[in-house]
């Protein structure tokens, strides 16, 4: 019954703004820690942000990037600033059950995945 619907993804050129937005549905959305992944062609998957009580950020993106959510919506949002070419992958909104705090970092770890979005960036 859990569902998450990512949107938000496109082409744009380097130095651009994006903001991604996740939708969730079929669970108690205030209680469950998020994240957001990239994978691009031919790499592993790898955290962008994630978010519970707390918030964390891999070195690519921690200045750049701000990850947020609104519990009543059921949304999550990253908001990507000054992109650039190696920004370019598949973006994934993903739940962990276990509610650790503070949020697993690895994406093994995490339960439920949207089906992703495509952000491409060009120089």
């Known amino acids: 019954q859990v569902q998450l619907v990512e949107s938000g993804g496109g082409s744009v050129q380097a130095g651009d703004s994006l903001r991604l937005t996740c939708t969730g549905s079929?669970?108690?959305?205030?209680?469950?820690?998020m994240g957001w992944f990239r994978q691009a062609p031919g790499k592993e998957r790898e955290m962008v942000a994630v978010i519970g009580w707390t918030t964390d950020y891999a070195n690519s993106g921690k200045d750049r990037f701000t990850i947020s959510r609104d519990n009543a919506k059921k949304m999550v949002y990253l908001q990507m600033n000054n992109l650039t070419p190696e920004d370019t992958a598949v973006y994934y909104c993903?739940?962990?059950?276990?509610?650790?705090?503070?949020?697993?970092?690895?994406?093994?770890?995490?339960?439920?995945w949207g089906q992703g979005t495509q952000v491409t960036v060009s120089s």
């Open positions: 993903a739940l962990d059950v276990t509610r650790r705090l503070p949020p697993y970092t690895e994406p093994g770890l995490y339960d439920y």
């Open positions: 079929g669970f108690d959305f205030s209680l469950y820690n």
